[in-house]
């Protein structure tokens, strides 16, 4: 079994930061690309970002230059910390992992962490 659990989620005013966590636990032996994304109310689900087993990152414009994506092998977490925050950054975010199990690879999700962004 294999469980991601997020962490770090909140209120915030505009402007602020928030870090977030997203470790993974179970019977996984290795692990592929690890990102974020993110749903909006009445919104599809979008990446936001993600980070390769080499530490190549990739951003959603709308974050770009604002949000920081990394990970540690050791722990097998990945991280996301997230500056100067605006209303738009509101929204449910949750972390996905590719992950190497018994039967195979394939992607795992956590359970979402809610993020909201005041005005």
């Known amino acids: 079994q294999v469980q991601l659990v997020e962490s770090g989620g909140g209120l915030v005013q505009a402007g602020g930061s928030l870090r977030l966590s997203c470790a993974a636990s179970?019977?996984?032996?290795?692990?592929?690309?690890m990102g974020w994304y993110r749903q909006a109310p009445g919104k599809q689900r979008e990446l936001v970002t993600v980070?390769?087993?080499?530490?190549?990152?990739s951003y959603a414009d709308s974050v770009k230059g604002r949000f920081t994506i990394s990970r540690d092998n050791a722990k097998n977490t990945v991280y996301l910390q997230m500056n100067n925050l605006n209303a738009e950054d509101t929204a449910v975010y949750y972390c996905?992992?590719?992950?190497?199990?018994?039967?195979?690879?394939?992607?795992?999700w956590g359970q979402g962490t809610q993020v909201t962004v005041t005005s």
């Open positions: 179970g019977s996984i032996s290795s692990f592929r690309a």
């Open positions: 980070i390769t087993s080499g530490g190549r990152t």
């Open positions: 996905s992992v590719n992950g190497l199990a018994a039967t195979g690879w394939r992607d795992y």
